[in-house]
Structure formats: C-alpha cells, structure tokens
C-alpha cells in the first residue's frame, strides 16, 4: 500500500499524481467491497441449496427467497462498482 | 510490447444524439416499449379457442410466469390485480437489457442511470400510495412506531424502516439494474477490445497474436452469461416491486 502511494507520488505533474491516487483507491474501494457480498452470497446460495437437496418440493419458493436474498446482498457491491467507476474513470 | 489504451467511459455509453437529446438509448428504450406492445397485440389477434401457437404462445408463457413466479410467490391470491402492471415493468425491462447483446445495437438501455432510476420512482410512488390507500395515515405511523418490537427499540427500528422504505429502497433498486448491466457492458467491451488488441498487435513475438482466441472465447462465454443476467435482473427488479407493494399493503406485519 505505502509502495502504491510512493509510486503515485513519484508521479511529477500533481495533476498525473492524483489521477494515479484516484486509480488506485477505485481498485481498493471495488476489492473491498466484493469481500462482504462475496461472503454474503456465497452463505444465501449454499444455505439454499442445502434446503433444496433437503426438501426438493419446496424449490420453487426457496429460489425465489434466494433471488432475494441475493439482490439485497449483492446491492453493497454494486455500490463499490459504481463508486469504482465514479473514481477510477 | 503494445500498449493498451483504455477508450474513456464516455465513449462507450455515450453516442452523438441523432437529434436533440435522442440517441441510441432513446431509440433502444422506444423499440423495448413498441416491442412488447406488438407482441400482445399480435398475440391478441389469434383465436384464443385453439391451442395457442407463435406469439401467443409466448405472450401466455410469460402473463404464466408473472402470475405463478412472482405474484403467488410474493403477494398471494389477492395480488393477481397486480399482474398487468408487473408484466409490463418485467417486459420494458428485459427489452432494454437484451439489446446489450444483440449485435448492432450492443448496449443495454438500462446501463444508463436515467431509466432505472424513473422506473424506480415510477414504483416508489406506487407502492408509497398503495400504502396510504390500504392503510391511510397509519402506513406512517406502524412505520416509525412499529407495535411488533419491543418500546424500547421501537425508535431505532422505526428509523431504520422509515429510511429504509423512502430512500434507500428505490436507490438500491435504480442502482442495482444499472450498476449490473453497466458492468456487464463494460466487461463485453473490455475483452472485445483485448481480443481486438491481441489480433491486430504489432509485435515480433509470433504467439502472441493466436493467444487473442482467448479474450475471445472469455467474451463468447460472458455473452451467454449477459443473456442470464439480462433476465435475472428483469425477475428481480419485478419481484422485489411485487415485495414492496406487498409490504406496503401489510404494513402491520
């Protein structure tokens, strides 16, 4: 991390360092925030799948709920996307 | 080596308007509308007495599939009203995200922020008055005074649903249609673009130009899985209008 930044910094023109600043915390801001969904929607389709295999006449509504689920997971990384593109481009 | 030259974001969702403030997405958006009209009033005109064939066929498929996958799954019997409206939101939807695809066309109408976030406002006005009309200005209150916790957290909670229900539920329906198919566009543009760059490279190393066939396959397959998304992403912004209609009306629950 204090290598990026030094790299960055290296840059001469200011205008060059801080598009090179901005590249680099849109990387950071869209790899963190897949973390959490990641984890999140892996957890929502497992679980369901369980369910499923279990009790294979209730799938129809186990995949709805898991579309669900997911769409409300998957909202926090697509936030980190959008603030990727709002900084990075 | 070569270097790669990025095309900046403007040039990939954007294109000179054709006349004032109408361009491609207007046109996309335009033909997703006429589109699904034509198809049920094709789908109108056949015999409805014999066995349904061609459009009809489709156009019951997918009043079914509305009807027996979204309404009875989040709504129940008495939802059934709602069918109309969510068919049309479901189609206008899945027509603006199949152009994203389709050659020529190559960009999915809903990858800008304008449509989903008037249809998101489209469907918190409606769930909002569905609200009111239901449960008059009680939906206000069993919102920020909720009897179902205890008194202690019934103001956190109240909070968080009377956020949750104004603002953040049609951001996150708005950004979540366009955050995805944005991405799914930029990611067909990034490995049509490498595959392009491979083929074309200057360069003395001669396996480099044959190693484009795989950007290539990888942007065959992310074309299968657009069509995917495409869909999922219609059914899920249906789906959770039907959700929110459906707690606006139970507002007790």
């Not at chain 1, 600043?21 to 389709?45: H, M, R, T, W």
Request: proline fraction near 5%; charge should be positive.
């Amino acid at each position: 991390m204090e290598a990026l930044i030094h790299i960055a910094a290296a840059a001469v023109d200011p205008a060059d360092a801080k598009k090179a600043n901005a590249a680099i915390g849109a990387g950071f801001a869209y790899g963190l925030a897949a973390i959490g969904p990641g984890i999140g929607i892996g957890y929502v389709v497992g679980k369901a799948i369980e369910a499923m295999a279990r009790q294979p006449e209730a799938a129809g509504m186990v995949r709805t709920t898991m579309f669900l689920g997911i769409a409300f997971t998957e909202a926090l990384a697509l936030i980190g996307f959008v603030v990727f593109i709002l900084l990075g481009l | 080596m070569f270097a790669l030259e990025f095309p900046p974001i403007n040039e990939l969702i954007r294109w000179r308007d054709l006349f004032t403030s109408f361009n491609k997405i207007s046109i996309i958006a335009c033909l997703a509308a006429f589109g699904s009209m034509l198809l049920f009033f094709l789908a109108s005109r056949k015999d409805p007495l014999v066995a349904p064939t061609g459009s009809r066929n489709l156009a019951e498929r997918s009043v079914e599939f509305i009807e027996r996958d979204i309404v009875m799954q989040t709504m129940g019997k008495d939802g059934i009203g709602w069918t109309p409206f969510l068919l049309s939101l479901f189609l206008f939807i899945y027509f603006c995200n199949l152009p994203g695809i389709i050659p020529i066309l190559q960009m999915p109408a809903t990858a800008r922020m304008a449509i989903p976030l008037f249809l998101a406002l489209v469907v918190w006005v409606i769930y909002n008055a569905v609200g009111f009309r239901h449960n008059g200005f009680k939906y206000i209150g069993a919102m920020v005074w909720p009897k179902s916790v205890p008194v202690g957290m019934r103001p956190l909670v109240g909070a968080i649903e009377f956020l949750s229900n104004i603002v953040l539920r049609p951001f996150s329906l708005a950004v979540r249609l366009f955050a995805n198919m944005l991405a799914g566009h930029m990611l067909l543009v990034t490995f049509a673009f490498l595959s392009n760059a491979m083929f074309t490279a200057q360069t003395k190393q001669m396996f480099l130009r044959p190693m484009g066939v795989l950007p290539l396959f990888m942007l065959i397959f992310l074309t299968a899985f657009e069509v995917l998304v495409g869909f999922l992403q219609a059914y899920i912004f249906t789906i959770l209008t039907a959700v929110f209609i459906n707690s606006a009306r139970h507002i007790e629950h």
